[in-house]
């Protein structure tokens, strides 16, 4: 897929990056606008396989290089296509660096009622490359098996990554893909580190919202996707372009 969009953060040696696809998208909103609800209440949305209403993602950094990372979403499944999609979740992790936590994936039903995955149903297993590439032998997946997810549910989910040794003690970085490929009615990015580590950043289209709490300053982006483009016309503007 293709990318227009990039926003570099520097460090010393820490750098982050958030990177987006080529698409019409409706116009960003920083976080302290809120997301664009009118714009979407106005989108027939029914024919769509499934609409992710909420994604957020938030990093938190300290000076030694370590790290808590967790994203959250909700999700709505329209067809029986959004149930093959989201009926199994896998989850990858460094297990040489980092400890992973499932904090919970859960179905709300319909009727009220709230089913939500057990423990067992998540199994821990190697990534597929390192079946062609033992050099990666660390890369692990969580694989969760959704229970009860049927047309019509709302998924909802809470994944964290704790960093126990950084790759480069007291240095980080960290990068996103913004996707394209589906409707996203608010998506929101927050990065916070140490308020006295010198950053640069650089963005090419959407700019983050940067406040201060105490000790820490904290970048935020809020985002939605209200009309997918397929990948052919993303291919076909970026070769325009």
């Not at 896998?90 to 995955?117: C, H, M, W």
């Not at 916070?192 to 406040?211: C, F, G, H, M, Q």
Request: glycine content about 4%; proline content about 5%.
């Amino acid at each position: 897929m293709q990318r227009d969009m990039s926003v570099v953060f520097v460090a010393s040696l820490c750098v982050l990056s958030i990177v987006s696809l080529n698409a019409q998208v409706s116009p960003p909103t920083s976080t302290a606008n809120g997301p664009n609800n009118t714009a979407a209440a106005t989108i027939d949305y029914s024919k769509e396989p499934f609409v992710e209403e909420q994604d957020l993602n938030k990093v938190d950094f300290l000076d030694d290089g370590t790290y808590t990372r967790e994203t959250s979403g909700r999700i709505r499944i329209q067809s029986d296509a959004g149930v093959q999609r989201f009926g199994t979740l896998t989850f990858s992790y460094q297990s040489a660096t980092e400890d992973i936590n499932v904090d919970y994936v859960r179905v709300l039903k319909t009727d009220g009622r709230v089913i939500p995955t057990p423990n067992e149903s998540i199994q821990d297993m190697p990534a597929e490359i390192t079946r062609q590439a033992p050099f990666y032998s660390d890369l692990r997946e969580k694989h969760v098996a959704v229970k009860g997810l049927g047309v019509g549910d709302v998924l909802e989910m809470r994944v964290q990554w704790i960093c126990t040794k950084p790759l480069v003690p007291g240095q980080f970085w960290y990068s996103f893909n913004f996707s394209r490929d589906f409707v996203i009615l608010h998506q929101q990015i927050l990065i916070s580190t140490p308020r006295d580590r010198a950053i640069k950043w650089k963005s090419t289209e959407v700019k983050p919202v940067i406040t201060e709490e105490g000790k820490r300053r904290i970048y935020a982006w809020t985002y939605s996707v209200l009309e997918h483009v397929s990948a052919e016309v993303q291919t076909r503007q970026q070769e325009e372009q």
